[in-house]
């Protein structure tokens, strides 16, 4: 008897796991946005040990070489706003590719011998930036809707850590590839691209889920109409900004607030090193912290409380107590980076909501911290001391006080 089609045996194979999916991996994403993170304060970091030799090298006044710190924090304030726009274009993880390259080639354009390609590289350098400043928070906000402020944490730590290998390794870097300021600064391009290989397989998952994620990618959700009229986003960008004000101020001046009043430089570096390191726990934990709780008020009036507390004893007792200040100023400075972070994802319910608050709390609230290191040098060439400068500190604390207590409501916008 013959055996028709439909009686004959069926042999069956599992079929091979499709690429998107293991694109999808969620180790990989977590290995991209980790590395990512690292290359967003690394380079910023990197640079403040090396201004001494920069100046010298183009002969540049301490004026000049102090706008080598400050044009990048300016161009964040510039190019946050831009962000959304190219992320509804393009798709967040092209957006994120491209920006982690244009990075790298700034590193590279820092170090050309040229006055003007050490500028360039700056204003290169804080676009790409804020281009991810203001992209991850959508990010994680889409990827993980039901731990943002676990994820907010990870990555705002993986900044900092970022940073303090950064302004660690510079000066040894220096010593050990031999070729001086441009070979250890250059050598941070590296990491940008370490980074961008680890972040194609999120560009490729999006081409191949392109029918599936389109909505999700290109239209993340409605965007906040009137945003830039809303009280709640003026608030998280006030809390963000002056919080931001304080930290790029002492990381310009504190060093040298402590050898002002007679502290070894040695020694004024090493706390304010490990200031930097208290503030990777801070930027931790308080994200954690943020997302457990129903509204954040407390949080953000402790955070800015803390800063208030390290600021007075700085003043009052500037050398004496100089690692309890730094300790406490490194907590409230990192927790104060986390929340204004945990701030954009739990504050909007989409994505696109995210990244759009996230550009204009990012645009205002570096503008605002640029101001920081100058008007810091500037008040002490004025007075002839730090006391201005920290009494003015100690007056934006209160304001940063009010502002988080706005923005720790339970609402969204």
């Not at 940063?400 to 969204?412: L, Q």
Request: glycine share 12%; aromatic share 6%; with cysteine.
């Amino acid at each position: 008897m013959a055996v028709t089609r439909a009686q004959q045996p069926v042999v069956t194979t599992p079929a091979p796991l499709p690429v998107r999916a293991r694109l999808a991996h969620p180790l990989l994403l977590l290995a991209g946005i980790v590395l990512v993170s690292l290359n967003m304060r690394a380079c910023l970091a990197a640079v403040s040990p090396m201004v001494g030799e920069i100046r010298q090298t183009f002969g540049l006044s301490a004026t000049a070489g102090g706008l080598i710190t400050t044009v990048p924090v300016l161009f964040q304030g510039v190019g946050a706003p831009l962000t959304p726009r190219l992320t509804r274009r393009f798709g967040a993880e092209r957006v994120v590719l491209g920006a982690v390259l244009v990075l790298g080639a700034g590193v590279l354009l820092r170090v050309l011998p040229s006055v003007a390609a050490l500028y360039a590289g700056c204003v290169v350098i804080g676009v790409a930036i804020a281009v991810l400043n203001v992209s991850m928070p959508g990010l994680v906000k889409r990827e993980f809707p039901d731990r943002a402020a676990t994820m907010t944490g990870v990555y705002s730590t993986t900044m900092l850590v970022g940073a303090t290998l950064a302004a660690g390794t510079s000066v040894p870097l220096e010593h050990a590839l031999g070729g001086g300021w441009q070979a250890s600064l250059g050598a941070w391009s590296l990491l940008a691209l370490i980074a961008a290989v680890a972040w194609l397989p999120q560009v490729l998952r999006s081409r191949q889920e392109k029918a599936a994620v389109a909505t999700a990618v290109q239209q993340p959700g409605k965007p906040i109409e009137g945003i830039w009229k809303s009280p709640l986003a003026w608030q998280i960008s006030l809390f963000m900004g002056i919080s931001s004000l304080l930290v790029y101020t002492l990381v310009a001046w504190m060093p040298t607030m402590l050898a002002d009043h007679g502290m070894d430089r040695g020694q004024a570096g090493l706390v304010f090193a490990f200031s930097n390191l208290v503030q990777v726990a801070g930027a931790f934990l308080v994200p954690l912290m943020a997302g457990r709780m129903t509204n954040q008020r407390a949080l953000a009036v402790t955070m800015a409380a803390l800063n208030g507390l390290g600021i007075a004893t700085l003043l009052v007792a500037p050398v004496s107590a100089a690692w309890v200040s730094a300790t406490i100023l490194g907590v409230a400075q990192g927790g104060s980076l986390g929340l204004g972070l945990a701030f954009i994802v739990l504050r909007t319910g989409t994505a696109a909501g995210a990244a759009q608050l996230g550009g204009m709390s990012q645009a205002v609230g570096f503008l605002v911290a640029a101001a920081g290191p100058v008007g810091g040098g500037a008040l002490r060439q004025l007075t002839g001391g730090w006391e201005t400068t920290l009494v003015l500190m100690l007056v934006l604390v209160v304001v940063v006080g009010a502002a988080g207590w706005g923005a720790g409501r339970n609402r969204t916008l």
